[in-house]
């Protein structure tokens, strides 16, 4: 039985190939929400920035000191996975700073080793190597889908 695996590529559009299997998508900043599909790339971050809808996929973070991301808006990327990841031993920290101040846009219905909160507007990392987590947005909100070691969520 023959396989072909598809490739979305900005240069040649939809990539077939014989003999092969799965869904590619290549990683630009127009892409939203790649779940289920693999993306072809990991961004590496050392420094704070704020993010777009395009940066959805997996993000690791390393640097000499504590590193805050800004998420984009949840209404500019429903759907969409964020999955970040510590690199470094600080307490790297995201926020939903470019909602309406007040805005508790990230909800969480875990309870961490720090304690749980419900909703905020600033997920903080433990400052430990290998935390991670998984946001995903609903268009509204980001919700925390899974995440490993110690965080605070706070406003």
């Known amino acids: ?3 072909i695996k598809t490739r ?14 799965g869904i590619q998508i290549e990683r630009t900043t127009e892409n939203r929400g790649f779940s289920p599909f693999k993306v072809d790339s990991t961004l590496a971050v ?19 000191g504590v590193l805050t991301q800004v998420l984009p808006l949840a209404s500019a990327c429903p ?5 970040f990841r510590s690199l470094s031993a600080h307490a790297h920290v995201l926020t939903g700073s470019q909602e309406t101040a007040g805005t508790r846009n990230i909800q969480c219905a875990f309870s961490s080793s720090n304690g ?15 935390n991670s987590v998984i946001l995903k947005s609903d268009g509204l909100s980001f919700h925390v889908m ?7 969520l706070g406003v």
């Open 79 to 83: 759907g969409a996975e964020f999955v």
């Open 1 to 3: 039985m023959a396989t």
């Open 116 to 130: 749980p909160t419900a909703s905020g507007s600033k997920f903080t990392f433990g400052a430990t190597v290998g």
């Open 8 to 21: 979305i590529d900005t240069a040649l559009g939809v990539v077939s190939t014989n003999n092969a299997t």
């Open 146 to 152: 899974s995440y490993s070691g110690s965080f605070t």
């Open 46 to 64: 050392t420094g704070s920035a704020t993010l777009a809808a395009g940066h959805a996929g997996v993000t690791t973070l390393s640097g000499s």
